[in-house]
């Protein structure tokens, strides 16, 4: 088990401009981007005793993690494509 935090700037390194720029003009994006660091703050606390939780609660709060990761990854991919578009 890994007790290094996730964080976006990490997991999406060529993505980090688009991603502050879709923060300030995208609500919704802002949002999904904040549940995410929610979550995997309470992850990293966990995993680390600070906060621990029992096997249960960590495997749903990794799923939400996933889940917040591939939408925000769709949601930069496809703000991708649609900028190439001539």
Known sequence: MSNTPHE???????HVAKMR????????FHRITEEYHAVNKAIHRAE????????F???D???ERMRLKDEIYGMLTRHETVEELP
């Open 8 to 14: 976006l700037a990490e997991e999406f390194p060529e």
């Open 21 to 28: 720029h879709l923060r300030e003009i995208d609500g919704h």
């Open 48 to 55: 680390t005793n600070i906060e621990p939780v029992d096997d």
């Open 57 to 59: 609660r960590m495997a």
């Open 61 to 63: 709060m990794r799923k």
